[in-house]
């Protein structure tokens, strides 16, 4: 194996000015000039797609009397001018929306008036998109919110040199809230159904999520998927998501290919409309999988860490030179270290790093290894000047881990990480080095994020996370929580230090809260002490009021 050039040391990129005066790497800059414009192209008369509104394609079949919808865009904005779109070429109203996956229904609302779902239009997907949805943003949606905004470049100025090269949000206006509206129809793996009169067959094709679908339209020769994509797959996203087992992703791509569509639509990307054309990208397109794949196991059969092999590893030229192979999404190292912690895990099997020296005790020692503070931001000075960038921000680090608000490191670590910006090809990256320079900067705040989308159903259960285990050590009660609202009532039963959320309402008790499901949402969302709450004269507490609140002081909200 042959090591690669790290592009983030010592080379200069070659960069170039966006029209909105981003300044970006020149492949980059290439791709996303291409795919900033809104269009839609009319593959048949019953067929349309729409391309560059968001990251995702959305597609409209025309059925007997209707519309078909696959996918919503990723916000309400971005369904607006998706529906204003369709509306300039039909006004049939929608029979059905589709979900790929759970990643793009944030725009639905725009199709799927309030009431219709169910009753006049069936929003169709992957019977666990909905549980998906409601985990993803209790869990971890606080964490994902931020890194999300930093892939996409939402905190990003909109104009400068540090802008986006490209809008996936809607732009400035659009409205940022989210229109999900629950799946009405869980379709399983080969289901045939007739979806107002056109013919569907649904195939469960796991990609970057497990709730990946593909729909075969026979009487079209058509397959819309979204195993396949513009660019170079993210097998791992910066994002922080749910391992993506490549061996799914092949499989999907190989029903893809058995099907062997005249019109092939991915979920990103222009659609293919030839039976050659479309076989060629489906097999170029697993072939890349499946090298990146299997490479990484013949690295790790080697012996080798995850960093040696994500260093080692190059597609062959035919793949590496492929239009929709780019790396100007994510980049090949970041599948590469997706597939090793996905197969292996954090541990590198040396055994030094089965209980390593803590972060903090390392960088105290290297520093003063380097003879001290100074010394060491000297030395990142010199490697910034030499432009080894990857090693300027790793090595000032040490520095901040110890002096986090040392002034003069963080601003050289935005240096380094601005100059990997935009010397690198892949958006997300770019949009992590650049959120993360300003933010050292002191001129955007990553911590200022609205609060995920969170379901009353969820809300409780969303305390589970939140314990102090401190505070809550010693304490053990039922509690009884009712939404007198909804008349509905639920169970948290705290047992030093855990909490479990119950489904079902407790039939003993120690304590029973009863409160509007408005001020119980403003309350886990951090908006009001519980003291303010209990100061609503429509709060009912039946039990210990002081050890309620006592309970409730020990979640961190
Ligand atoms: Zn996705």
Redesign the pocket.
């Given at each position: 194996m042959v090591k690669k050039k790290n592009r983030y040391m010592s080379e200069p990129a070659e960069k170039v000015t966006m029209s909105n005066g981003a300044i970006v790497n020149k492949q980059m800059g290439e791709y996303y000039s291409q795919v900033s414009k809104p269009k839609v192209t009319h593959l048949t008369d019953k067929i349309a797609v729409l391309e560059h509104f968001s990251i995702d394609n959305t597609v409209v079949i025309q059925g007997d009397n209707g519309l078909i919808i696959w996918d919503t865009g990723f916000n309400m904005g971005v369904g607006k001018q998706k529906f204003e779109a369709i509306r300039n070429f039909t006004d049939k109203p929608v029979k059905a929306v589709i979900y790929s996956?759970n990643?793009?229904t944030n725009g639905a609302r725009q199709f799927v008036p309030k009431g219709f779902e169910g009753i006049d239009i069936e929003v169709i997907a992957h019977p666990d998109v909905h549980k998906n949805v409601l985990n993803s943003s209790v869990e971890l949606g606080k964490m994902l919110k931020k890194t999300t905004a930093q892939h996409f470049g939402f905190y990003l100025p909109k104009v400068g040199p540090d802008a986006p090269p490209v809008s996936y949000d809607g732009g400035v206006e659009a409205d940022k809230s989210s229109g999900y509206v629950q799946p009405t129809y869980g379709v399983q793996d080969k289901e045939e159904m007739e979806i107002d009169g056109v013919r569907f067959q649904f195939f469960h094709t796991p990609s970057?999520?497990m709730d990946s679908i593909t729909a075969w339209l026979p009487e079209h020769d058509t397959v819309i998927t979204?195993s396949i994509w513009h660019v170079l797959p993210n097998l791992y996203t910066l994002r922080g998501q749910p391992y993506r087992d490549p061996l799914y992703w092949l499989e999907g791509i190989d029903q893809v290919r058995k099907l062997n569509p005249k019109i092939l639509i991915p979920?990103h990307g222009e659609p293919v409309s030839t039976k050659e054309s479309s076989y060629e990208l489906a097999t170029n397109y697993r072939d890349a999988i499946a090298f990146i794949y299997s490479q990484t196991i013949r690295g790790i059969n080697k012996g080798l860490k995850s960093d040696e092999i994500a260093e080692e590893v190059t597609l062959p030229e035919h793949l590496a030179n492929h239009p929709r192979l780019k790396e100007v999404y994510g980049e090949l190292t970041h599948q590469v270290k997706g597939i090793y912690s996905g197969l292996i895990g954090w541990f590198s099997l040396d055994a030094a790093d089965i209980n390593p020296m803590s972060t903090q005790y390392r960088s105290e020692k290297i520093v003063e290894g380097f003879g001290g503070i100074e010394k060491v931001i000297q030395a990142s000075e010199k490697a910034l000047k030499e432009r080894e960038y990857a090693w300027t921000a790793e090595l000032i680090t040490h520095v901040l881990n110890i002096h986090p608000d040392k002034e003069q490191a963080r601003l050289i670590k935005a240096k380094a990480l601005r100059e990997m910006g935009q010397a690198t090809p892949a958006l997300s990256s770019r949009g992590f080095y650049l959120s993360q320079a300003l933010h050292l900067e002191g001129k955007i705040d990553l911590n200022n994020i609205s609060n995920p989308f969170l379901p009353i159903e969820k809300s409780i259960k969303l305390l589970e996370y939140k314990i102090d285990p401190e505070k809550l050590g010693q304490i053990n009660k039922l509690l009884k929580i009712c939404f007198s609202d909804l008349t509905e009532c639920f169970g948290l039963d705290v047992r030093k230090g855990v909490a479990e959320f119950l489904e079902e309402e407790p039939i003993d008790p120690d304590i029973t809260l009863k409160i509007s499901s408005n001020l119980w949402i403003s309350f886990v969302l951090g908006k009001l002490e519980i003291e303010e709450v209990m100061e609503d004269s429509n709060v009912q507490v039946d039990g210990n009021q002081s050890v309620l609140i006592e309970v409730m002081q020990a979640f961190e909200l």
């Open positions: 996956h990643h793009y970057d999520t979204n979920a």
